[in-house]
């Protein structure tokens, strides 16, 4: 497992683990430290539910660098998703939105290293919190690594994240528009129903 700082020459090594067929990152965001794959490799999705323990009927969240490349992506998202991700992101906010016959829950990280990762490797990463289904969610690596059942191929160290920070809040929008929160978090219902037009 190689260890890096979290700066931008790390890149490289990182995009490079993304690439493999079954490598996993542990990285960090603005709440919990986290898993990531690229989001269409098949193996590397089933070795984060092996290190999770996560029951497969758990699904994983998408990450994506912007708005635009997530509306791209899933294109029958409902315009009070996208009213919602212009508002709140990138920020502590996962969005579950109709996609096909289901629905996939996506965010937008608010963490620039994070960021910049996701913008250069340009693909949607396939993410979930670093740390055993139903346990609480990790905010230092040491306590990520500690969780998991099977380390991860790199990390992706931020340093500690504060111990008061709250996991994102996320939010069903169905295809008429309507919606609910399925867990708080930082973003409020309050906060949800000011948000602009």
Same mark, same amino acid.
């Given at each position: 497992m190689e260890r890096s700082a979290c700066t931008e020459s790390a890149s490289d090594l990182f995009r490079r683990i993304l690439s493999m067929p079954d490598g996993v990152l542990l990285v960090p965001t603005e709440t919990? &430290?986290? /898993?990531?794959?690229?989001?269409?490799?098949? %193996?590397?999705?089933?070795?984060? &539910?092996?290190?999770?323990?996560? $029951?497969?009927? *758990? #699904? /994983?969240? #998408?990450f994506f660098h912007s708005v635009e490349a997530a509306a791209a992506a /899933? $294109?029958?998202?409902?315009?009070?998703?996208k009213r919602f991700a212009a508002a709140f992101c990138p920020g502590a906010i996962t969005l579950v939105v109709p996609d096909g016959a289901g629905f996939t829950g996506f965010r937008i990280p608010d963490h620039a290293v994070l960021l910049s990762l996701l913008k250069s490797y340009g693909r949607p990463l396939a993410s979930t919190s670093a740390n /055993?289904?139903?346990?609480?969610?990790?905010h230092t690596v040491d306590e990520a690594l500690a969780s998991l059942a099977v380390p991860p191929d790199a990390v992706l160290d931020g340093g500690p994240? $504060? $111990?008061?920070? %709250?996991?994102?809040? +996320? +939010? *069903?929008?169905?295809?008429?528009?309507s919606w609910s929160v399925l867990r708080p978090g930082p973003v409020t219902e309050s906060m949800l129903r000011g948000a602009p037009d």
């Open positions: 919990v &430290y986290g /898993l990531v794959c690229d989001a269409s490799h098949e %193996a590397a999705r089933a070795k984060i &539910y092996e290190m999770k323990h996560r $029951p497969a009927s *758990k #699904l /994983l969240t #998408l /899933l $294109p029958d998202m409902p315009d009070t998703a /055993l289904s139903g346990q609480p969610p990790a994240i $504060p $111990p008061e920070s %709250a996991a994102s809040t +996320v +939010v *069903k929008v169905e295809r008429d528009g």
